[in-house]
Each structure stands twice: as C-alpha cells, then as structure tokens.
C-alpha cells in the first residue's frame, strides 16, 4: 500500500468536497472489505480516502410498504434489524464470516456490484430504490454488468429502500472459502408478481424473467434451468454446472419462503 491523505466528514455535502478536493484519485471508504484489499495488492491506489461512516447513514427504518436500510449499515446489522423482510435478513446473516459482516456495509457492496455478491440479488428481486446525494435509481436500471453500476462520479448512496414483499427467500450455493455466491437466487412475491434475481451465475446479477413468468402463471418451476451460453465458466465452476445450480437454488428458495 502506498501514502493517502483519509478525511473524515461529518456531513454528505463535506464528502462530496473531501472527494471534489483530491489533487489525484480520491476513493469512497465504508466497510473496506473491497476496497482495503484492492489496495494491498495494488488494484487500486487512491491519493485519498474519504470515510462515510461518519454520516449518520446507518439505520433501519419501515415507511409504508418500503424498509429502509442506511447506506453505512452493516451486514450484521441487517441480519438482525431486517426483520420486516425475514429472507433479506437470512441473506445478510449469510454473507462471508463474523468479521465481514461487522465491517461491510450495504451501500458498499451495493456500489462495487461484485458479480458474485449477495445483496445485488436482494435489490432486483425486491424492486428496490436506491437514493443517492442526487436523487434515486430503481435497482433496475442500476446494476450495469460486472463492477459497474448507475453511479456517477463521487455520487454517494445514502440508503436503499427494499419493497416489502408477501413472502420472500434466498438460497446461496456459497464458495466454500470466501462464501461469495457461486449461484444465488432470490425469491419475492409482491402483490403486483413474482421476481426473481440470479446473482454468482452470469457477468452480473440479472432478473431470470422465465421464472417469474412461470411463478406467475402457477405453473410448475421444477423443470426450468437457465440455458448456459451466458453464464461464467471459471476453475470454481463450469457454465453448465452454474446453469443447473440456478434451478437448484430456485427450488431451495422457494421451499423455504418465509
Ligand atoms: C473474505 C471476504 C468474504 C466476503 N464474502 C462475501 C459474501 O459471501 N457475499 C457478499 O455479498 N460479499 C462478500 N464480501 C464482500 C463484503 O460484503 C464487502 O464488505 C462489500 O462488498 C463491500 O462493502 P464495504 O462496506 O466493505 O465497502 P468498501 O470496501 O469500503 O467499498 C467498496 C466500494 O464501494 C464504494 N462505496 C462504499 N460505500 C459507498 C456508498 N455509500 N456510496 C458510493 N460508493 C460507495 C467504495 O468507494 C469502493 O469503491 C466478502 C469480503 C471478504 C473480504
């Protein structure tokens, strides 16, 4: 790791300046379960950090039909304060170990969109709105494909409001050392329909429209297997093996609906 300056604002509009203000590359730091070991190997090597959990961004909160989750709140946090979604919950009891949920945080595991990372699949299938210091993405329109989404520049999130669901579950078939997903599948059934979002298997976390088109319907999901073309095929796992562990993880979350 090389020299950097770390502010520590108290406010939103003092982060955005700190990161403005940067002679160089400035960088966003929250849990940095990503970031600081971007840096040790030298992925990244920002002139400056400018720490959020100084914001008062951390919290959970229900209005109306939408739980709110502060962009600084914890993974562990969430696994115990979720508990208006019980399958948003479990997903964050589930993420990494004991250490990484008590250090990483929705907002930045949100704005890294690791394709392999839990809460992307949380946000699609829970039509989730993200607010940021400049207005709102739906959680449709801002994953944009590995590691990158609808942020501009220095825009931060500040919370995320997930759509309280009917009933919801996630089933993971986790990485046995990191525990990242190898396929992850989210199940939500809201009075409009049913989503589902696939996260581990393909460059990106994406909606499997055939699912929620058969859930929709009331037909039978246990033949359904995601064709392999555009899946990702590394030393963990072939594209095929990942296209059939969709179908198994799609028939594990919807077992255990909560
Ligand atoms: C050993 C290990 C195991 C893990 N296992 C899992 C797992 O099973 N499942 C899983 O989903 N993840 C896993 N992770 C990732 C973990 O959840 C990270 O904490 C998360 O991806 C990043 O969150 P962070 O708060 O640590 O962000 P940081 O590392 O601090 O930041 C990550 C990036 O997001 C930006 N950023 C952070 N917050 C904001 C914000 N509010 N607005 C805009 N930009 C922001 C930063 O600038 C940076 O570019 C694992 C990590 C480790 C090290």
New binding site residues.
Partial sequence: MRDFALHRPASVSAATAAFAGTDGEA????????????MKSRL?MPDALVD?TGLG?SGISRDGDRLWIG??TR?ADVATGATAIPGLACLAA????A??RN???L???L??N?P????PAAALALDAVIE?DRGSHTADDFFQGMFTTA?AES????RVGFAIPQQSSYAKF??PA????MVGVYVARHAGGWRVAVTGAGPGVFRWTDAEAALNAGTDTAGLVLAADDLNSDIHASAEYRAHLCGVMLKQALATLA
């Fill in positions: 960088a966003y730091l929250a849990g940095g379960h990503t970031l600081i070991p971007a990244r959020l961004l962009a600084t993974h589930g993420i990494g170990d250490q990484v250090r990483g945080t907002g930045g595991s704005a890294n690791d392999a990372a839990d809460y940021t942020l825009e931060i999130i500040t986790r990485h990191s525990r990242y997903a």
